[in-house]
T-cell receptor, first 110, second 117 residues
Framework: AQRVTQPEKLLSVFKGAPVELKCNYS??????LFWYVQYSRQRLQLLLR??SRESIKGFTADLNKGETSFHLKKPFAQEEDSAMYYC????????????FGGGTRLMVKP | KAGVTQTPRYLIKTRGQQVTLSCSPI?????VSWYQQTPGQGLQFLFE???????NKGNFPGRFSGRQFSNSRSEMNVSTLELGDSALYLC????????????????FGPGTRLTVL
């Protein structure tokens, strides 16, 4: 069975500090991995996906198949980064069926 | 372009009743997926519809059902409501034309908050 784990429910950092949101997954194959973000009073939205290898709003994430991880990183956190972050997985052939992690609330303090 | 809309936004029902939630996708999108979000279980996939056909299904009991109309609007129905069905139900739409089995970016609605008393 596929599973996504985000070990931290809450991560609090100061503005300008580096951020790393952890995501580990279990899946017997090559999944597609995503990070979704939900800002206060806004809808859940896609932040980035591993196949695009883009940096969005300064965030990057590298898929490590050996460690089955897809950690989200940003070198310098901004207050506007405060939000709920969800890691998600789509299995091979599963199309739009996403398996989400429990989410990590990131708080960036001034 | 208007986003995904869900109606109603809030709903209160009692145990044993049934409920129907509605989702209108972004214009031109033909795939609609439904998710249940609860504090205990997080976000869980219910089902996906594309061109009026169920394309994927999550691990939920048969009390949860859905359908999609020719205009791509979708409804989900929960029969014989239980207290544990209290949740935020999210709908997401996508173009749906990705290669068979591949992921196609989904855009989420604001959700319908269902409370079962």
């Amino acid at each position: 069975a596929q599973r996504v784990t985000q070990p931290e429910k809450l991560l609090s950092v100061f503005k300008g500090a580096p951020v790393e949101l952890k995501c580990n997954y279990s899946y017997s194959g090559s999944p597609e991995l995503f990070w979704y973000v939900q800002y206060s009073r806004q809808r859940l939205q896609l932040l980035l996906r591993h196949i695009s290898r883009e940096s969005i709003k300064g965030f990057t994430a590298d898929l490590n198949k050996g460690e089955t991880s897809f950690h989200l990183k940003k070198p310098f956190a901004q207050e506007e980064d405060s939000a709920m972050y969800y890691c998600a997985l789509s299995g091979l052939g599963a199309g739009n069926m996403l398996t989400f992690g429990g989410g990590t609330r990131l708080m960036v303090k001034p | 372009k208007a986003g995904v809309t869900q109606t109603p936004r809030y709903l209160i029902k009692t145990r044993g009743q049934q409920v129907t939630l509605s989702c209108s996708p972004i214009s031109g999108h033909r795939s609609v997926s439904w998710y249940q979000q609860t504090p205990g279980q997080g976000l869980q996939f219910l089902f996906e519809y594309f061109s009026e056909t169920q394309r994927n299904k999550g691990n939920f009991p048969g009390r949860f059902s859905g359908r999609q109309f020719s205009n791509s609007r979708s409804e989900m129905n929960v029969s014989t409501l239980e207290l544990g069905d209290s949740a935020l139900y999210l709908c997401a739409s996508s173009l749906g034309y990705g290669t068979s089995g591949s992921y196609d970016e989904q855009f989420f609605g604001p959700g319908t908050r269902l409370t079962v008393l």
